[in-house]
């Protein structure tokens, strides 16, 4: 039997919906709008293209939108003036510098430099302890996304065993975070460990993050396992064409996974949702407006 699709997209659609309709009731009370800043320094096609996309969602969700461009030869000490420039403005509830940056700035620096507060990507040092240690913080979207999708597949997630293929900042360390704060028994796994096929056999849930165009093969996956499959890799499908897929091998897999995300429509529509989720959050915190946890 197939495994179940994962609709992310139709889920994504529904939290955006839910933080438009919490936006509009944050701007009653607050009297202004939620504030997503988001800075794009130079010009690489794909950040362009995820900035515009940032901003019309954010916009459709009710939220004043604002993205600042800086041209590529933008220097580290004029970006970090304008970060903390954003942290003192009261309108800017959410600041995002898109990565990646040109290689004259230090990245760490810039995501550093944010107000914790502020920081909706989840990426600072601060945000990054707060989830380690269990302590209210902003989590990185993408693996927020994630656990939002297999607690609505699979409801308690209490002693699964999960494993997570990818250690990335971004990813790879938070998903195992957020899947240890579920009580599940987590191993991180990347392309280096040993016999990797057996240890994603032991799991019960999978997350692929670990950037290889199907790597992840069918017979790697449990019976009945969930699989999350974070890769977005374009290759070749002949004739001058491309397309895209995941980490997985996604054909293989459904035949023996109990529920699998595809790509696209997966994970993906779930990384703006939760931004904008975050920023929500982020507003009702800096402006002092209670926001029941449960809502979002």
Not at 11 to 32: H, M, N, P, Q, S
Not at 63 to 69: E, H, L, V
Request: charged content about 20%; hydrophobic content about 45%; aromatic content about 2%.
């Amino acid at each position: 039997m197939s495994a179940a699709i994962i609709d992310g997209k139709a889920f994504a659609e529904g939290l955006r919906e839910r933080v438009g309709a919490l936006a509009a009731g944050f701007t009653a009370k607050a009297g202004r709008r939620p504030g997503l800043t988001v800075v794009l320094v130079g010009e690489d096609p794909a950040s362009a293209v995820y900035v515009r996309s940032k901003g019309k969602a954010t916009e459709a969700a009710g939220m004043k939108s604002d993205t600042i461009r800086l041209p590529a030869e933008t220097s580290q000490a004029a970006l970090l003036d304008l970060v903390g420039q954003l942290n003192a403005d009261e309108s800017v509830d959410g600041i995002l510098v898109q990565l990646p940056l040109p290689k004259q700035i230090d990245e760490q620096a810039i995501i550093a430099a944010i107000d914790p507060n502020k920081d909706v990507d989840g990426f600072h040092p601060v945000n990054a302890g707060r989830l380690a240690t269990g302590l209210q913080g902003f989590v990185p979207c993408t693996p927020l996304g994630c656990l939002m999708l297999l607690k609505d597949q699979l409801g308690d997630l209490a002693g699964k065993e999960a494993v997570v293929i990818g250690r990335s900042n971004i990813v790879g360390k938070p998903m195992a975070q957020l899947l240890l704060g579920e009580s599940c028994t987590v191993t991180i796994a990347h392309s280096r460990t040993r016999d990797l096929p057996g240890v994603v056999r032991r799991a019960d849930i999978v997350v692929a993050a670990v950037g290889r165009p199907e790597m992840i093969r069918g017979d790697w996956i449990k019976p009945g396992a969930a699989v999350i499959d974070v890769g977005i890799n374009r290759i070749d499908a002949g004739d001058g064409k491309t397309r895209l897929v995941g980490d997985v091998a996604f054909d293989e897999a459904k035949e023996v996974a109990s529920a699998i995300t595809p790509v696209p429509g997966g994970v993906g529509p779930m990384t703006i949702a939760v931004l904008l989720r975050n920023t929500l959050v982020a507003a009702h915190r800096n402006a002092g407006v209670p926001l029941e946890k449960s809502a979002i």
